[in-house]
Protein backbone atom coordinates (compact mmCIF):
# COMPACT_ATOMS: atom_id res chain seq x y z
CA UNK A 1 0.00 0.00 0.00
CA UNK A 2 1.56 3.49 -0.88
CA UNK A 3 2.37 5.87 1.49
CA UNK A 4 2.78 9.63 1.52
CA UNK A 5 6.18 9.33 1.10
CA UNK A 6 5.84 7.30 -2.04
CA UNK A 7 3.96 9.74 -3.62
CA UNK A 8 6.12 12.66 -2.58
CA UNK A 9 9.02 10.77 -3.85
CA UNK A 10 7.53 9.98 -7.15
CA UNK A 11 6.03 13.46 -7.84
CA UNK A 12 9.78 14.68 -6.80
CA UNK A 13 8.08 16.79 -3.70
CA UNK A 14 7.74 17.31 -0.27
CA UNK A 15 5.42 15.44 1.75
CA UNK A 16 4.01 18.73 3.64
CA UNK A 17 3.23 19.64 -0.30
CA UNK A 18 1.61 16.29 -0.89
CA UNK A 19 -0.58 17.47 2.01
CA UNK A 20 -1.68 20.44 0.65
CA UNK A 21 -2.57 19.52 -2.08
CA UNK A 22 -4.79 16.73 -0.57
CA UNK A 23 -6.60 19.25 2.06
CA UNK A 24 -6.28 22.20 -0.17
CA UNK A 25 -4.81 23.88 2.35
CA UNK A 26 -1.92 26.04 1.17
CA UNK A 27 -2.04 27.35 -2.10
CA UNK A 28 0.24 24.77 -4.59
CA UNK A 29 0.75 25.59 -8.50
CA UNK A 30 -1.34 24.24 -10.66
CA UNK A 31 1.69 22.08 -12.56
CA UNK A 32 2.72 20.87 -8.78
CA UNK A 33 -1.02 20.02 -8.50
CA UNK A 34 -1.58 17.92 -11.59
CA UNK A 35 1.55 15.89 -11.29
CA UNK A 36 1.13 15.65 -7.38
CA UNK A 37 -2.86 13.89 -8.17
CA UNK A 38 -1.54 11.93 -11.20
CA UNK A 39 0.96 9.98 -9.17
CA UNK A 40 -2.16 9.88 -6.69
CA UNK A 41 -3.73 8.02 -8.90
CA UNK A 42 -1.05 5.79 -10.40
CA UNK A 43 -0.11 4.97 -7.13
CA UNK A 44 -4.11 3.97 -5.91
CA UNK A 45 -2.72 6.19 -3.05
CA UNK A 46 -5.26 6.11 -0.17
CA UNK A 47 -4.83 9.08 2.77
CA UNK A 48 -4.99 7.40 6.18
CA UNK A 49 -7.85 8.36 7.89
CA UNK A 50 -6.44 7.41 11.26
CA UNK A 51 -3.68 9.74 10.55
CA UNK A 52 -6.03 12.99 9.93
CA UNK A 53 -8.26 11.61 12.94
CA UNK A 54 -5.28 12.15 15.26
CA UNK A 55 -4.19 15.83 13.78
CA UNK A 56 -7.72 17.26 13.58
CA UNK A 57 -9.01 15.48 16.01
CA UNK A 58 -12.29 13.86 14.82
CA UNK A 59 -13.00 10.99 13.38
CA UNK A 60 -16.16 11.88 11.46
CA UNK A 61 -17.88 8.56 12.37
CA UNK A 62 -20.54 8.11 14.96
CA UNK A 63 -21.11 4.89 16.96
CA UNK A 64 -24.65 3.13 16.71
CA UNK A 65 -25.76 0.55 19.34
CA UNK A 66 -28.91 -1.32 18.95
CA UNK A 67 -30.80 -4.13 20.22
CA UNK A 68 -31.05 -5.62 16.90
CA UNK A 69 -30.70 -4.21 13.49
CA UNK A 70 -32.82 -7.46 12.07
CA UNK A 71 -35.54 -6.15 14.25
CA UNK A 72 -37.53 -4.06 11.30
CA UNK A 73 -38.37 -1.44 13.62
CA UNK A 74 -34.59 -0.57 14.19
CA UNK A 75 -33.44 -1.48 11.07
CA UNK A 76 -35.65 1.01 9.57
CA UNK A 77 -34.34 4.09 12.16
CA UNK A 78 -31.02 2.82 11.30
CA UNK A 79 -31.59 3.16 7.62
CA UNK A 80 -32.75 7.16 8.43
CA UNK A 81 -29.23 6.95 10.69
CA UNK A 82 -27.14 5.65 8.01
CA UNK A 83 -28.44 8.08 5.19
CA UNK A 84 -28.43 11.13 7.31
CA UNK A 85 -24.37 10.03 8.24
CA UNK A 86 -23.88 9.93 4.57
CA UNK A 87 -25.69 13.30 3.93
CA UNK A 88 -23.32 15.14 6.85
CA UNK A 89 -20.39 13.17 5.37
CA UNK A 90 -19.94 10.76 8.15
CA UNK A 91 -19.32 7.28 8.39
CA UNK A 92 -21.84 4.83 10.65
CA UNK A 93 -20.17 2.28 13.08
CA UNK A 94 -23.27 -0.24 14.06
CA UNK A 95 -22.72 -2.48 16.85
CA UNK A 96 -26.05 -5.03 17.79
CA UNK A 97 -26.11 -5.92 21.87
CA UNK A 98 -28.91 -8.67 20.57
CA UNK A 99 -30.13 -8.12 24.25
CA UNK A 100 -26.57 -9.29 26.00
CA UNK A 101 -25.41 -6.86 28.95
CA UNK A 102 -22.14 -7.73 28.20
CA UNK A 103 -22.05 -7.55 24.52
CA UNK A 104 -23.42 -3.89 24.78
CA UNK A 105 -20.57 -3.05 27.13
CA UNK A 106 -17.59 -4.92 24.91
CA UNK A 107 -19.11 -2.75 22.03
CA UNK A 108 -19.43 0.34 24.15
CA UNK A 109 -15.82 -0.36 25.03
CA UNK A 110 -14.70 -0.63 21.31
CA UNK A 111 -16.47 2.48 19.99
CA UNK A 112 -15.02 4.91 22.80
CA UNK A 113 -11.43 3.23 21.96
CA UNK A 114 -11.88 3.72 18.42
CA UNK A 115 -12.61 7.22 19.23
CA UNK A 116 -16.09 8.06 17.62
CA UNK A 117 -17.32 11.53 17.14
CA UNK A 118 -19.93 10.35 19.39
CA UNK A 119 -23.07 7.35 20.02
CA UNK A 120 -26.43 6.84 19.34
CA UNK A 121 -28.11 4.63 21.64
CA UNK A 122 -31.18 2.28 20.80
CA UNK A 123 -31.41 -0.40 23.22
CA UNK A 124 -34.38 -2.14 24.61
CA UNK A 125 -34.55 -4.32 27.91
CA UNK A 126 -30.31 -3.17 28.74
CA UNK A 127 -28.32 -0.56 31.07
CA UNK A 128 -25.40 0.24 30.36
CA UNK A 129 -23.02 -1.24 32.88
CA UNK A 130 -21.51 0.79 36.27
CA UNK A 131 -19.32 3.30 35.31
CA UNK A 132 -19.14 2.42 31.82
CA UNK A 133 -18.49 6.30 30.45
CA UNK A 134 -16.38 7.34 33.73
CA UNK A 135 -12.71 7.08 31.69
CA UNK A 136 -14.84 8.90 29.05
CA UNK A 137 -16.58 11.30 30.24
CA UNK A 138 -17.34 14.25 27.38
CA UNK A 139 -18.56 11.72 24.85
CA UNK A 140 -21.56 13.19 22.83
CA UNK A 141 -24.65 10.75 23.34
CA UNK A 142 -28.18 10.55 22.07
CA UNK A 143 -30.85 8.55 23.26
CA UNK A 144 -33.02 7.28 20.17
CA UNK A 145 -36.07 6.63 21.66
CA UNK A 146 -34.88 3.36 24.20
CA UNK A 147 -32.59 3.55 26.42
CA UNK A 148 -32.01 4.53 29.95
CA UNK A 149 -33.80 7.65 30.26
CA UNK A 150 -31.27 8.91 33.25
CA UNK A 151 -28.51 9.43 31.22
CA UNK A 152 -26.89 12.81 30.63
CA UNK A 153 -27.68 12.37 27.01
CA UNK A 154 -29.91 13.91 24.10
CA UNK A 155 -33.00 12.05 23.79
CA UNK A 156 -35.30 11.77 20.64
CA UNK A 157 -38.59 10.01 22.04
CA UNK A 158 -41.74 8.49 20.67
CA UNK A 159 -45.05 9.91 21.77
CA UNK A 160 -46.21 6.66 23.07
CA UNK A 161 -48.66 8.12 25.53
CA UNK A 162 -50.61 9.38 22.73
CA UNK A 163 -50.35 6.93 20.57
CA UNK A 164 -51.92 4.43 22.43
CA UNK A 165 -54.42 6.65 22.78
CA UNK A 166 -55.03 6.97 19.05
CA UNK A 167 -55.15 3.46 18.56
CA UNK A 168 -57.63 3.23 21.47
CA UNK A 169 -59.67 5.56 20.64
CA UNK A 170 -59.80 4.48 16.92
CA UNK A 171 -61.21 1.41 18.63
CA UNK A 172 -63.59 2.90 20.38
CA UNK A 173 -64.93 4.70 17.34
CA UNK A 174 -65.56 1.93 15.87
CA UNK A 175 -68.06 0.46 18.45
CA UNK A 176 -65.75 -1.88 20.43
CA UNK A 177 -66.57 -1.46 24.01
CA UNK A 178 -64.73 -4.85 25.09
CA UNK A 179 -61.21 -3.75 24.39
CA UNK A 180 -58.09 -5.60 25.23
CA UNK A 181 -54.33 -4.88 25.18
CA UNK A 182 -50.47 -6.93 24.96
CA UNK A 183 -48.23 -4.54 26.49
CA UNK A 184 -44.54 -4.53 25.81
CA UNK A 185 -42.26 -5.35 28.89
CA UNK A 186 -43.77 -3.79 31.68
CA UNK A 187 -41.32 -1.29 33.63
CA UNK A 188 -40.11 -0.23 29.96
CA UNK A 189 -40.89 3.42 29.03
CA UNK A 190 -42.19 2.93 25.68
CA UNK A 191 -44.70 -0.22 27.13
CA UNK A 192 -45.77 1.73 29.88
CA UNK A 193 -46.68 4.59 27.86
CA UNK A 194 -48.57 3.14 25.19
CA UNK A 195 -50.49 1.13 28.08
CA UNK A 196 -51.15 4.52 29.60
CA UNK A 197 -52.47 5.97 26.65
CA UNK A 198 -54.56 2.89 26.39
CA UNK A 199 -56.16 2.56 29.83
CA UNK A 200 -56.65 7.10 29.43
CA UNK A 201 -58.55 6.35 25.99
CA UNK A 202 -60.58 3.57 27.99
CA UNK A 203 -61.43 6.07 31.11
CA UNK A 204 -62.28 8.70 28.48
CA UNK A 205 -65.38 6.72 26.95
CA UNK A 206 -66.20 5.02 29.80
CA UNK A 207 -65.46 1.72 29.42
CA UNK A 208 -63.24 -0.46 32.09
CA UNK A 209 -60.06 -1.64 31.63
CA UNK A 210 -59.78 -5.45 32.68
CA UNK A 211 -57.26 -6.82 34.16
CA UNK A 212 -57.35 -10.34 32.24
CA UNK A 213 -57.54 -8.87 28.70
CA UNK A 214 -54.19 -7.00 29.25
CA UNK A 215 -51.31 -9.41 28.74
CA UNK A 216 -47.39 -8.45 28.75
CA UNK A 217 -45.70 -9.31 25.98
CA UNK A 218 -42.12 -8.62 24.87
CA UNK A 219 -42.09 -6.74 21.70
CA UNK A 220 -40.83 -9.39 19.41
CA UNK A 221 -43.19 -11.99 17.60
CA UNK A 222 -43.45 -14.97 20.13
CA UNK A 223 -44.38 -12.41 22.47
CA UNK A 224 -47.08 -11.22 20.68
CA UNK A 225 -47.80 -14.76 19.62
CA UNK A 226 -48.56 -16.21 23.26
CA UNK A 227 -50.03 -13.41 24.57
CA UNK A 228 -52.68 -13.70 21.99
CA UNK A 229 -53.16 -17.11 22.63
CA UNK A 230 -53.87 -16.02 26.05
CA UNK A 231 -56.41 -13.55 25.06
CA UNK A 232 -57.88 -16.77 23.42
CA UNK A 233 -58.32 -19.11 25.86
CA UNK A 234 -60.39 -17.09 28.08
CA UNK A 235 -63.84 -17.89 28.78
CA UNK A 236 -64.95 -14.53 26.78
CA UNK A 237 -62.89 -12.59 24.90
CA UNK A 238 -62.30 -8.88 23.70
CA UNK A 239 -63.60 -7.93 20.24
CA UNK A 240 -60.70 -5.78 19.62
CA UNK A 241 -56.64 -5.95 20.62
CA UNK A 242 -54.30 -2.77 20.49
CA UNK A 243 -51.33 -4.49 20.48
CA UNK A 244 -48.00 -2.60 21.76
CA UNK A 245 -45.54 -3.08 18.11
CA UNK A 246 -46.18 -4.66 15.21
CA UNK A 247 -44.12 -6.98 15.43
CA UNK A 248 -45.67 -8.22 18.34
CA UNK A 249 -49.10 -8.16 15.86
CA UNK A 250 -47.93 -10.06 13.39
CA UNK A 251 -46.98 -12.72 15.63
CA UNK A 252 -50.31 -12.41 17.03
CA UNK A 253 -51.58 -12.77 13.43
CA UNK A 254 -50.26 -15.71 13.30
CA UNK A 255 -52.33 -17.24 16.52
CA UNK A 256 -55.63 -15.80 15.41
CA UNK A 257 -55.12 -17.83 11.89
CA UNK A 258 -54.65 -21.05 14.04
CA UNK A 259 -57.53 -20.58 15.95
CA UNK A 260 -59.43 -19.68 13.09
CA UNK A 261 -60.49 -16.53 14.08
CA UNK A 262 -61.16 -13.99 11.70
CA UNK A 263 -59.53 -10.51 11.53
CA UNK A 264 -61.03 -8.00 11.69
CA UNK A 265 -64.44 -10.01 11.52
CA UNK A 266 -64.24 -11.67 14.79
CA UNK A 267 -61.62 -9.63 16.12
CA UNK A 268 -59.83 -6.27 15.31
CA UNK A 269 -56.70 -5.72 16.40
CA UNK A 270 -53.99 -2.12 16.07
CA UNK A 271 -50.09 -2.28 16.23
CA UNK A 272 -47.51 0.08 16.88
CA UNK A 273 -44.85 1.25 14.77
CA UNK A 274 -45.85 1.04 11.37
CA UNK A 275 -43.10 -1.00 9.95
CA UNK A 276 -42.81 -1.11 6.40
CA UNK A 277 -44.42 -4.80 6.40
CA UNK A 278 -47.41 -3.95 7.93
CA UNK A 279 -48.71 -2.67 4.81
CA UNK A 280 -47.92 -5.94 3.40
CA UNK A 281 -49.34 -8.33 5.74
CA UNK A 282 -52.91 -9.88 5.19
CA UNK A 283 -54.98 -8.15 6.51
CA UNK A 284 -52.92 -5.28 5.89
CA UNK A 285 -52.41 -3.82 9.57
CA UNK A 286 -53.69 -0.75 10.91
CA UNK A 287 -50.96 1.13 13.20
CA UNK A 288 -49.60 4.04 14.91
CA UNK A 289 -47.02 5.46 12.62
CA UNK A 290 -43.31 6.50 14.09
CA UNK A 291 -41.23 7.95 11.87
CA UNK A 292 -38.45 5.96 11.74
CA UNK A 293 -36.15 7.25 8.94
CA UNK A 294 -37.01 10.60 10.34
CA UNK A 295 -36.42 9.98 13.85
CA UNK A 296 -32.95 8.28 12.76
CA UNK A 297 -32.15 11.85 10.97
CA UNK A 298 -33.18 13.80 13.65
CA UNK A 299 -31.20 11.88 15.88
CA UNK A 300 -27.92 12.51 13.95
CA UNK A 301 -28.66 16.18 13.80
CA UNK A 302 -28.92 15.98 17.27
CA UNK A 303 -25.69 14.19 17.55
CA UNK A 304 -24.08 16.49 15.45
CA UNK A 305 -24.96 19.79 17.31
CA UNK A 306 -24.03 18.07 20.68
CA UNK A 307 -20.51 17.50 19.15
CA UNK A 308 -20.25 20.98 17.82
CA UNK A 309 -21.87 22.67 20.68
CA UNK A 310 -21.06 20.23 23.84
CA UNK A 311 -21.94 22.54 27.11
CA UNK A 312 -25.60 23.60 25.69
CA UNK A 313 -28.13 22.25 27.82
CA UNK A 314 -29.88 19.20 27.56
CA UNK A 315 -32.29 18.16 24.55
CA UNK A 316 -35.49 16.30 24.68
CA UNK A 317 -37.61 15.93 21.37
CA UNK A 318 -40.65 14.64 21.10
CA UNK A 319 -42.48 13.22 17.85
CA UNK A 320 -45.99 12.78 17.07
CA UNK A 321 -47.13 9.54 15.73
CA UNK A 322 -50.21 9.49 13.70
CA UNK A 323 -52.78 6.62 13.13
CA UNK A 324 -52.64 4.75 9.76
CA UNK A 325 -55.97 2.79 8.83
CA UNK A 326 -56.11 -0.22 7.42
CA UNK A 327 -57.78 -4.00 6.76
CA UNK A 328 -56.89 -5.39 10.26
CA UNK A 329 -59.85 -2.87 12.19
CA UNK A 330 -63.43 -2.71 11.44
CA UNK A 331 -66.74 -1.34 12.85
CA UNK A 332 -68.44 -3.93 15.02
CA UNK A 333 -70.75 -6.13 13.64
CA UNK A 334 -72.52 -7.38 16.54
CA UNK A 335 -72.76 -5.50 20.22
Known sequence: ??????????????????????????????????????????????????????????????GMLVTSSANPFFAE???????????????????????????????????????????????????????????????????????????????????????????????????????????????QRAADERLAGFKTAMSQAGLTVRNEWICEGDFELAGGNSAMSALLSLPERPSAVFIANDMMAMGALRALADANVAVPEQMSIVGYDNIELAHYLVPALTSVEQPKAGMGALAVDTLLTRIKNPDSPRCVLTLTPELVIRDSSQALTKP
Not at 3 to 27: E, G, M, W
Not at 42 to 51: G, M
Open 77 to 187: VVQGVEQRCFEQGYSLALCNTQGDKSRLNSNMEMLLQKRVDGIILMCTQLELGAGIFDRYPNVPLVLADWGPQDMAADIIQDGGQLGGQLATEHLVSLGHRHIGCITGPVG
Open 1 to 62: MATIKDVARAAQVSTSTVSHVLNKTRFVSPEITLRVEQVIKDLHYAPSALARSLKVKETRTL
